[in-house]
Every structure is written in structure tokens, then in C-alpha cells.
């Protein structure tokens, strides 16, 4: 097909109509290798954003992106690979108790993750915190540790060789307001993981203020997406639509995030964080044929066992103390009451701002930095106790961060209707084998 194609593809999908294969293989691979220009790429994007893809054109995009790299092999190791992705939110430090977990009851557990941008936190950020650990390990020493009887889990940065179309994309994406579309987050997300080579996958498709998909019906037309494209690509894929209206657990930050993880898998922490990683953990057991109660292996300190298995295998030691900030802020209870809301994105902001998270790729992030929530929706509260505490290593931040939060806290006289926490699990995607 000849580069001047391009013009007809994006007229065509400005038009409306819908992308042949053929068309969509050149699109991805030009734009890959140099031969689509990037203005051109934005302009196919835009309209995509306002005409869309169907089934079919999604899943040939997420194809054409995955072929554009390697696709990792973990056949023939001696347990069942899953995965699992979550879409991001304040306070989601699920991954960490969730992958030794899984390890636990019997299954591989490859994740490929990232660092965050922006205000939902990284889990590599997050494991970066323990002294020692190291998230850039090969492919080699990821099968060796997926095989150990002891590990089973790895969580490791993305090598740049998987989907680099995807990197390409979204970093343009991102400035040409072209992120906000269904089937480009979905082919986005479903690409890498697709190519890291699990043979099933858990989605927890976030929705709430603090999540990408602020409303049910956004998160549920995303996990359809997604759900339709992995089981379409023979991965067996299950979305959980979780809310995320108000952070989850008690922390934001790094560190702080970790501290909570081990507390979960001490047999602690805080019941949503617990309650959430308990049903990952069952679909992630299901999918992989395993016959074992999460809940057994959570409660025997088998999880605790793989989780420093897991931390020691990347050079951590999760023995050592935690980093922590090294200035403390207090916000106190505006009123005397019900704490009725607590708001994710702007607890998400305040953590960012503090220095847990980072406004540009590649710029550094702090271990202790972030916020402790010392009351959660639900509880009552006292005028004056502290509601919050703000951590960081750059005090000059704390104003910006108290600022973040000025519109965030609800305290009223009785929890009324509205004040008790609604479920956490909404619902539960899946979809028939082709
Ligand atoms: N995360 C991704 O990896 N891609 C998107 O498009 C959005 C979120």
C-alpha cells in the first residue's frame, strides 16, 4: 500500500466507515516504522475518538500493535499462568498482596507493569520504595523465578520490545487529547498484555472520581472491550467493575503503600484492600484451574512466604525498614460528625503533589511520600482530630496539597442515605468463548 494511503484511511475513518484489515496492519506499521507521520497518526486517532472501531476493527488494531514486538512464551512452564490489570486508582496497591497470593495457591504470576504518571501511582514506583529491588530483570530470570516452587510471582518493567507501537501511540495520544477512547484504551491495555504471554488475565476495571471511567456505564463498555478482545486472542479474560469513588485502604503514596500490602498479607490491613484482593484472587485461581481457597493461603502465611520470595528474587530485602518523608502534616476533622465522602481524585492529586507521583516521564518520585487516611467514609469523627496525615521530603508542598483537598471531605450530622460506603465489587464482565 503506498504511504499516500494514509490521507484515504483517515478520510475513511473520518467518514465513518469501518477500517479493513488491511488497512489497519498499514496504519499501525507505518506509524511504527516512520512512515505515517505523527500528524497523521493524531488525525486517525481524532477519529477514532468521535467514530469509533467495532469488534472487529478493535481486535485487528490490538493485532497489528502486538505484532509490531515480541510476544513473550511461558508454555511449558510447570504451573498455569494468569495475570491481572487494573485501569488505575488512588491508593491501588492490590497487585502486591495479590500476586504472592496467587503464587501461593499454585498459578505463575508474570506481571509486566509500569511507573505511574500523573496521579495514580506505579506499582514498580511502589516495589522501588523496599531497599534493594530492582524492576528491570530479562526474560530469563523471569521464567527461572515463575518456575521455583518457592516464587511463582514476578512483577518487572515492560521491555521496550513489547508493542512498541503501543509506547509510540500513546505518548502521542496524550498530547493530541486523543486518550478518551474505548477501543483505543482497550487495544492500549489489552496489547501488552496480550504479548507478555499469560494464558489468562484479570481485569479490575476502576470507576469512581479517582478512576480513568468515571461512570458504571464507561467502566462496563471498557471491561466488555477488553474481556471480548483477550478472549478473542485464546486469553481467558474476566473483568471485576470495582468502585473507586474514595481511595482504597489507607495510604497513597509508595511506601506507605507497601507498609499496607505486608499488613494485608501479615493477616491484617484494611478490610476493602483485603476484600479486594481476596476476589482477584479467586477469579485468578478459577481461570487457572486451581483448586485452592485464597483465603487459606492468605491465613497460613503461605502468601507472606512467596511475597519475600518475590522481593528477594529482584534483589529487595523485605526485611529492611520502609523509607519514610521526612516533614508530617496533620489535616484535621473539618467538623464533628459522619465522614460521609472522602474524595479519590483529589486524595490521588494531594499524594502527587507531595512528591509520591510524577509530572513528567522519568522524573524521580519519593518513597514516603503521600497521605495516610486516618478515617475512612462511614466513620465518625471528632472536630479537630487528624483526618489525614500529608507526608513528604519537600515541605513547600504541603500547601499545594492541603489545596487538592479543600473540596474533598464531606463530615455531616448523621450518615443519611448516602453515607455508608456502597459495595466495592459492582460487577462481574465475562464472555462466551468464540
Ligand atoms: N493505560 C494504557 O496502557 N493505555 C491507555 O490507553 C490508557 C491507560
Known amino acids: 500500500m503506498a504511504a499516500h494511503d494514509a490521507i484515504s484511511i483517515i478520510?475513511?475513518?473520518?467518514?465513518?466507515?469501518?477500517?479493513?484489515?488491511?488497512?489497519?496492519?498499514?496504519?499501525?506499521n507505518a506509524f511504527t516504522h516512520g512512515e505515517m507521520a505523527d500528524e497523521q497518526m493524531s488525525a486517525l486517532a481524532m477519529a477514532i475518538v468521535l467514530?469509533?472501531?467495532?469488534?472487529?476493527?478493535?481486535?485487528?488494531?490490538t493485532h497489528a500493535m502486538i505484532e509490531t514486538g515480541r510476544r513473550l512464551d511461558f508454555t511449558g512452564l510447570p504451573r498455569p499462568t494468569v495475570d491481572k490489570h487494573s485501569t488505575?486508582?488512588?491508593?491501588?496497591?492490590?497487585?502486591?498482596?495479590?500476586?504472592?497470593?496467587?503464587?501461593?495457591?499454585?498459578?505463575?504470576?508474570?506481571?509486566l507493569s509500569g511507573r505511574g504518571l500523573g496521579y495514580t501511582g506505579g506499582t514498580l514506583d511502589k516495589l522501588e520504595s523496599i531497599p534493594g529491588w530492582q524492576a528491570d530483570i530479562g526474560v530469563g530470570r523471569m521464567r527461572e523465578i515463575l518456575a521455583d516452587p518457592a516464587g511463582g510471582a514476578v512483577i518487572c518493567a515492560a521491555g521496550a520490545d513489547l508493542a512498541p507501537a503501543d509506547k509510540r501511540l500513546y505518548a502521542l495520544r496524550d498530547t493530541t487529547g486523543t486518550v478518551e477512547s474505548i477501543p483505543l484504551i482497550a487495544s492500549s491495555i489489552m496489547s501488552k498484555k496480550?504479548?507478555?504471554?499469560?494464558?489468562?488475565?484479570?481485569?479490575?476495571?476502576k470507576v469512581g472520581s479517582g478512576a480513568f471511567m468515571r461512570t458504571?456505564?464507561?467502566?462496563?463498555?471498557?471491561?466488555?472491550?477488553?474481556?471480548?478482545?483477550?478472549?478473542?486472542?485464546?486469553?481467558?479474560?474476566?473483568?471485576?467493575?470495582?468502585?473507586?469513588d474514595t481511595p482504597l485502604g489507607r495510604t497513597a503514596g509508595n511506601a506507605l503503600?507497601?507498609?499496607?500490602?505486608?499488613?494485608?498479607?501479615?493477616?491484617?490491613?484494611?478490610?476493602?484492600?483485603?476484600?479486594l484482593t481476596l476476589a482477584l484472587a479467586r477469579e485468578m485461581v478459577a481461570l487457572a484451574g486451581l483448586d485452592t481457597d485464597p483465603a487459606d493461603a492468605l491465613a497460613d502465611g503461605r502468601a507472606m512466604d512467596h511475597w519475600r520470595?518475590?522481593?528477594?528474587a529482584q534483589g529487595g530485602d523485605p526485611a529492611a525498614p520502609l523509607p519514610t518523608a521526612a516533614h508530617i502534616d496533620h489535616l484535621p476533622a473539618p467538623a464533628t460528625g459522619v465522614l460521609t465522602r472522602l474524595d479519590a481524585l483529589a486524595v490521588g492529586i494531594?499524594?502527587?503533589?507531595?512528591?509520591?507521583?510524577?509530572?513528567?516521564?522519568?522524573?524521580?518520585?519519593?518513597?514516603?511520600?503521600g497521605v495516610r487516611l486516618h478515617a475512612v467514609p462511614g466513620d465518625r469523627v471528632t472536630a479537630g482530630q487528624p483526618l489525614l496525615s500529608l507526608h513528604t521530603d519537600t515541605p513547600e508542598t504541603f500547601d499545594r496539597a492541603r489545596h487538592a483537598l479543600a473540596e474533598a471531605i464531606t463530615v455531616a450530622e448523621e450518615a443519611g442515605e448516602h453515607g455508608a460506603r456502597g459495595p466495592l465489587i459492582l460487577e462481574r464482565v465475562a464472555v462466551d468463548r468464540p
Do not use: F
Open 11 to 28: 478520510r475513511a475513518k473520518r467518514d465513518g466507515a469501518s477500517l479493513s484489515d488491511e488497512q489497519i496492519d498499514w496504519a499501525v
Open 51 to 61: 467514530r469509533g472501531m467495532d469488534r472487529r476493527e478493535t481486535a485487528r488494531w
Open 88 to 111: 488505575g486508582g488512588v491508593g491501588d496497591k492490590i497487585t502486591l498482596p495479590l500476586a504472592p497470593l496467587v503464587a501461593a495457591c499454585g498459578a505463575a504470576v508474570p506481571q
Open 194 to 205: 496480550i504479548a507478555a504471554g499469560t494464558a489468562a488475565l484479570v481485569l479490575d476495571v
Open 216 to 244: 458504571r456505564d464507561e467502566a462496563h463498555a471498557l471491561a466488555t472491550t477488553m474481556v471480548e478482545l483477550g478472549t478473542d486472542a485464546g486469553v481467558d479474560t474476566v473483568a471485576l467493575l470495582t468502585a473507586m
Open 257 to 275: 503503600e507497601v507498609g499496607e500490602a505486608v499488613e494485608v498479607l501479615a493477616g491484617g490491613g484494611p478490610a476493602d484492600v483485603v476484600e
Open 309 to 312: 520470595t518475590m522481593v528477594r
Open 350 to 369: 494531594a499524594a502527587w503533589r507531595l512528591g509520591a507521583g510524577r509530572t513528567r516521564q522519568g522524573a524521580p518520585v519519593q518513597a514516603g511520600a
